[in-house]
């Protein structure tokens, strides 16, 4: 009885691992299954996954030989997903889309397309030169670009009715268009609840219920470049901060102004506070004046209960005129098995026409001159009074290199510090904000000594 | 002859082939039905636990192998790192104020749902309710209500003409907003000493009012006593929650530019500043060694709360020395 289990067991074995070694090899004509991981930036809501989903059928239907599948994160949790996904040897194929913040995060990651674009002999013409140039870094490519999303002034007509102003000029080129021409308009734009705005005497700053000046959206780094500073606070070698002086100081002593000396802007508990459902004073139809990027215009559906539209980037003291921009991309893992076919389905998605549907679902603006007008036809069917030849007018703006989310090392750190240090001037108003920078500039200069000290 | 010697000498004759006596078949038996939680224990928490407590040895940042480092995590934790002071301060503060006041809370609860009165099934059943929500919804639902300009706390306060605080929009606020709403799950702790109380003979509250005790006398000299286990039992397993509070910190600070645990760090709760560690900042070495000095804090003070508990806590029938 014992015997004839044992032989029984033996025979399973043997059979099985015959089995296995004869079905274990892929079989020739078997696809390749290319991953594409959606959560460094827009893409993961339902409808986006949905319709990325139906893309990916469309190639796996047009494609034999190789089959792409997206797998999504959500934006809070893409850095534990996927660096889990790494240490779990899991590593996708291609991130897609991805930011320049996403690109910086694991910034060693990624690896050169230049190689395959040059073998290729691809054809890069068609897309804005600032959009290109904005994924070149010094020691490699990283991707082509998808879409940009530049900045505008956002402004509130309504409110501007109101107050009996004139709008905010349309188009570049206007002189006169400076932030401390904003920052004048918002003196009367800033109500307190009895109705005062900033040049009355009776005006009561703790009172406020519309802003003038909703201020910048983006990082603290979006800010130094409009007073001439580097966006990144450091020197060329990333070796020494330099986030004390020059912009960064200016773009520090702007922000504190506008919330505690002319009281046209909100704290960082006004910003905090949920506005009707809105995210922020614009949006809630309380803030007459807001820097932010094209994506927010994508928004608007769900706030439209004010008419808007859009003016230029002001000019900084210097006349420096910077247009902070997000940008989407693609990018292909080092760990990859696959490179080769990671760039054949990075290429099939940046074509025109598949561009700019993703962009349709993601709610960026195609990175393609040869799409830009129908971007704009197409928008302004939606939004027939808004000017949004405008976000197009402000790539040729764009802070491509260096980029306001652009690497530097150990960047969470940094970043987290510089946010901390804005906000530490948006929450306190008895902060000088030439301390504040120079605590800053310490903070940062122990995590470059940190970084190269590990190298 | 005596009776050893039988045993020996049987033995010693026992044939090789002798089926497995009751008692070792029972035992294998045991292990095997045990085995499941065993084999899952080692490899779902030892072995990362043994993982980990290499790892915190090491520089790690998930895209390159580890570099072994010696000691460096720790040191830099405790002579370089102000921000592991800062964490743990903003969780002894939270703790110190949270977990008394989830045990009286929980307690007078209790008490107030052990009464004989109509409908107490159905308060019970509310006060218990909201703990069983979980952490997320939690956060949110609390986040709208300490909304400075639209929530309904602020508003309940300006109507009696209190200007209420920024909450978890401010860094003043924001840990006292988050005590706050700690006491929304004490439903939990409730029904434990609900089902402690219970558990006290009514003999000897009829033979105290005999005796004359009033009703604070009797909770002093009777209930108290008879539930300090159950205490024992809440702090214990609050100390331990609240050194591993996470959840909602996470859901309400998530998005911020700033990072986790805004405003101002004011809510960098110490398993938030680990996570960020391990997960924002890719530093998977220095994460691990404060996962383990948090372990250590964490056994150190349950073992305080044990030896402290000989002289507060009574167990019925217990011969004290």
Same mark, same amino acid.
């Given at each position: 009885?014992?015997?004839?289990?044992?032989?029984?067991?033996?025979?399973?074995?043997?059979?099985?691992?015959?089995?296995?070694?004869?079905?274990?090899?892929?079989?020739?004509?078997?696809?390749?299954?290319?991953?594409?991981?959606?959560?460094?930036?827009?893409?993961?809501?339902?409808?986006?996954?949905?319709?990325?989903?139906?893309?990916?059928?469309?190639?796996?239907?047009?494609?034999?030989?190789?089959?792409?599948?997206?797998?999504?994160?959500?934006?809070?949790?893409?850095?534990?997903?996927?660096?889990?996904?790494?240490?779990?040897?899991?590593?996708?194929?291609?991130?897609?889309?991805?930011?320049?913040?996403?690109?910086?995060?694991?910034?060693?990651?990624?690896?050169?397309?230049?190689?395959?674009?040059?073998?290729?002999?691809?054809?890069?013409?068609?897309?804005?030169?600032?959009?290109?140039?904005?994924?070149?870094?010094?020691?490699?490519?990283?991707?082509?670009?998808?879409?940009?999303?530049?900045?505008?002034?956002?402004?509130?007509?309504?409110?501007?009715?109101?107050?009996?102003?004139?709008?905010?000029?349309?188009?570049?080129?206007?002189?006169?268009?400076?932030?401390?021409?904003?920052?004048?308009?918002?003196?009367?734009?800033?109500?307190?609840?009895?109705?005062?705005?900033?040049?009355?005497?009776?005006?009561? &700053?703790?009172?406020?219920?519309?802003?003038?000046?909703?201020?910048?959206?983006?990082?603290?780094?979006?800010? &130094?470049?409009?007073?001439?500073?580097?966006?990144?606070?450091?020197?060329?070698?990333?070796?020494?901060?330099?986030?004390?002086?020059?912009?960064?100081?200016?773009?520090?002593?702007?922000?504190?102004?506008?919330?505690?000396?002319?009281?046209?802007?909100?704290?960082?508990?006004?910003?905090?506070?949920?506005?009707?459902?809105?995210?922020?004073?614009?949006?809630?139809?309380?803030?007459?004046?807001?820097?932010?990027?094209?994506?927010?215009?994508?928004?608007?559906?769900?706030?439209?209960?004010?008419?808007?539209?859009?003016?230029?980037?002001?000019?900084?003291?210097?006349?420096?005129?910077?247009?902070?921009?997000?940008?989407?991309?693609?990018?292909?893992?080092?760990?990859?098995?696959?490179?080769?076919?990671?760039?054949?389905?990075?290429?099939?998605?940046?074509?025109?026409?598949?561009?700019?549907?993703?962009?349709?679902?993601?709610?960026?603006?195609?990175?393609?001159?040869?799409?830009?007008?129908?971007?704009?036809?197409?928008?302004?069917?939606?939004?027939?009074?808004?000017?949004?030849?405008?976000?197009?007018?402000?790539?040729?703006?764009?802070?491509?290199?260096?980029?306001?989310?652009?690497?530097?090392?150990?960047?969470?750190?940094?970043?987290?510090?510089?946010?901390?240090?804005?906000?530490?001037?948006?929450?306190?108003?008895?902060?000088? &904000?030439?301390?504040?920078?120079?605590?800053?500039?310490?903070?940062?200069?122990?995590?470059?000594?940190?970084?190269?000290?590990?190298? | 002859?005596?009776?050893?010697?039988?045993?020996? !000498?049987?033995?010693?004759?026992?044939?090789?082939?002798?089926?497995?006596?009751?008692?070792? !078949?029972?035992?294998?038996?045991?292990?095997?039905?045990?085995?499941?939680?065993?084999?899952?224990?080692?490899?779902?928490?030892?072995?990362?636990?043994?993982?980990?407590?290499?790892?915190?040895?090491?520089?790690?940042?998930?895209?390159?192998?580890?570099?072994?480092?010696?000691?460096?995590?720790?040191?830099?934790?405790?002579?370089?790192?102000?921000?592991?002071?800062?964490?743990?301060?903003?969780?002894?503060?939270?703790?110190?104020?949270?977990?008394?006041?989830?045990?009286?809370?929980?307690?007078?609860?209790?008490?107030?749902?052990?009464?004989?009165?109509?409908?107490?099934?159905?308060? !019970?059943?509310?006060?218990?309710?909201?703990?069983?929500?979980?952490?997320?919804?939690?956060?949110?639902?609390?986040?709208?209500?300490?909304?400075?300009?639209?929530?309904?706390?602020?508003?309940?306060?300006?109507?009696?003409?209190?200007?209420?605080?920024?909450?978890?929009?401010?860094?003043?606020?924001?840990?006292?907003?988050?005590?706050?709403?700690?006491?929304?799950?004490?439903?939990?702790?409730?029904?434990?000493?609900?089902?402690?109380?219970?558990?006290?003979?009514?003999?000897?509250?009829?033979?105290?009012?005999?005796?004359?005790?009033?009703? /604070?006398?009797?909770?002093?000299?009777?209930?108290?006593?008879?539930?300090?286990?159950?205490?024992?039992?809440?702090?214990?397993?609050?100390?331990?929650?609240?050194?591993?509070?996470?959840?909602?910190?996470?859901?309400?600070?998530?998005?911020?530019?700033?990072?986790?645990?805004?405003?101002?760090?004011?809510?960098?709760?110490?398993?938030?500043?680990?996570?960020?560690?391990?997960? !924002?900042?890719?530093?998977?070495?220095?994460?691990?060694?404060?996962?383990?000095?948090?372990?250590?804090?964490?056994?150190? /003070?349950?073992? /305080?709360?044990?030896?402290?508990?000989?002289?507060?806590?009574?167990?019925?029938?217990?011969?004290?020395?």
């Amino acid at each position: 009885m014992k015997n004839n289990l044992f032989k029984m067991i033996a025979l399973f074995v043997a059979v099985s691992t015959l089995l296995a070694a004869c079905g274990g090899a892929p079989a020739a004509e078997e696809p390749t299954k290319i991953t594409a991981f959606v959560g460094f930036g827009a893409g993961s809501d339902p409808d986006s996954m949905e319709a990325l989903k139906k893309i990916a059928q469309e190639f796996n239907d047009s494609h034999k030989d190789i089959q792409l599948e997206f797998t999504f994160s959500t934006w809070e949790e893409h850095s534990a997903k996927f660096s889990t996904l790494l240490a779990g040897d899991l590593a996708p194929d291609l991130a897609f889309p991805i930011g320049i913040q996403g690109i910086a995060e694991f910034y060693d990651e990624w690896i050169d397309v230049a190689p395959y674009i040059k073998e290729d002999n691809y054809d890069t013409s068609d897309f804005f030169g600032p959009a290109v140039e904005l994924l070149q870094y010094p020691d490699k490519t990283i991707g082509l670009p998808l879409g940009v999303y530049t900045s505008v002034i956002f402004y509130n007509e309504d409110l501007f009715d109101k107050a009996g102003l004139d709008y905010p000029p349309s188009a570049y080129g206007d002189p006169n268009w400076t932030y401390g021409q904003v920052v004048e308009l918002a003196k009367s734009l800033t109500l307190d609840e009895n109705g005062n705005d900033t040049n009355s005497p009776d005006f009561d &700053p703790t009172k406020i219920t519309q802003w003038g000046w909703a201020g910048w959206d983006g990082p603290f780094r979006t800010i &130094p470049g409009k007073f001439g500073g580097n966006p990144l606070g450091m020197d060329a070698e990333y070796k020494t901060a330099e986030m004390n002086t020059g912009g960064y100081l200016e773009g520090a002593q702007a922000i504190h102004d506008a919330i505690w000396k002319t009281h046209v802007s909100p704290t960082s508990e006004d910003l905090d506070s949920s506005f009707g459902g809105a995210d922020n004073p614009f949006e809630g139809g309380l803030s007459a004046m807001w820097e932010s990027f094209s994506w927010i215009a994508y928004a608007y559906p769900t706030f439209n209960n004010f008419n808007w539209n859009v003016a230029p980037i002001p000019a900084g003291p210097n006349g420096d005129i910077l247009s902070p921009t997000n940008a989407d991309t693609f990018a292909i893992s080092a760990h990859s098995k696959n490179p080769q076919q990671a760039w054949e389905v990075a290429k099939w998605l940046i074509e025109p026409e598949m561009l700019s549907r993703i962009c349709g679902i993601l709610g960026c603006m195609p990175s393609r001159k040869s799409l830009a007008d129908t971007w704009v036809k197409d928008m302004s069917t939606e939004y027939p009074n808004v000017n949004f030849q405008l976000f197009v007018d402000s790539i040729q703006y764009m802070d491509a290199s260096p980029n306001n989310e652009e690497w530097v090392p150990n960047y969470q750190k940094v970043w987290d510090a510089t946010e901390n240090a804005a906000d530490t001037l948006r929450t306190d108003g008895n902060a000088d &904000p030439q301390a504040v920078m120079d605590a800053l500039d310490t903070e940062v200069q122990g995590y470059l000594d940190e970084y190269w000290a590990s190298k | 002859m005596k009776l050893e010697n039988i045993k020996l !000498r049987n033995n010693s004759a026992k044939p090789a082939s002798q089926p497995m006596s009751m008692r070792r !078949r029972e035992a294998l038996w045991g292990y095997i039905f045990i085995s499941p939680w065993l084999i899952g224990f080692v490899i779902f928490t030892l072995g990362p636990m043994i993982a980990s407590l290499l790892l915190s040895l090491t520089n790690y940042n998930i895209t390159t192998p580890p570099v072994f480092i010696q000691l460096d995590n720790y040191i830099k934790l405790f002579t370089g790192d102000p921000r592991f002071w800062h964490s743990l301060g903003v969780t002894v503060k939270f703790a110190l104020i949270a977990i008394p006041l989830n045990l009286v809370f929980g307690f007078v609860l209790a008490l107030l749902l052990n009464q004989n009165v109509p409908g107490v099934a159905f308060w !019970r059943t509310i006060y218990y309710l909201p703990s069983v929500i979980a952490g997320v919804a939690v956060a949110i639902l609390w986040s709208l209500i300490f909304n400075p300009r639209f929530g309904i706390l602020n508003w309940l306060l300006s109507l009696v003409g209190i200007d209420g605080p920024g909450w978890l929009a401010s860094p003043d606020w924001a840990v006292p907003a988050l005590i706050i709403m700690s006491l929304w799950s004490v439903g939990g702790g409730m029904i434990i000493y609900l089902s402690g109380l219970q558990s006290i003979p009514t003999a000897f509250y009829e033979a105290a009012e005999l005796d004359g005790a009033n009703a /604070l006398q009797r909770l002093f000299y009777i209930t108290i006593p008879l539930m300090s286990p159950v205490i024992f039992y809440n702090l214990v397993i609050g100390i331990i929650g609240t050194f591993q509070y996470f959840t909602e910190v996470y859901v309400i600070t998530a998005t911020a530019d700033t990072g986790l645990g805004g405003p101002l760090e004011s809510t960098l709760f110490y398993n938030v500043y680990l996570y960020s560690n391990a997960f !924002r900042y890719l530093n998977m070495g220095y994460a691990s060694a404060l996962a383990w000095v948090l372990f250590v804090i964490v056994l150190v /003070l349950t073992l /305080l709360v044990f030896r402290s508990s000989a002289l507060w806590v009574y167990y019925e029938g217990e011969l004290r020395r």
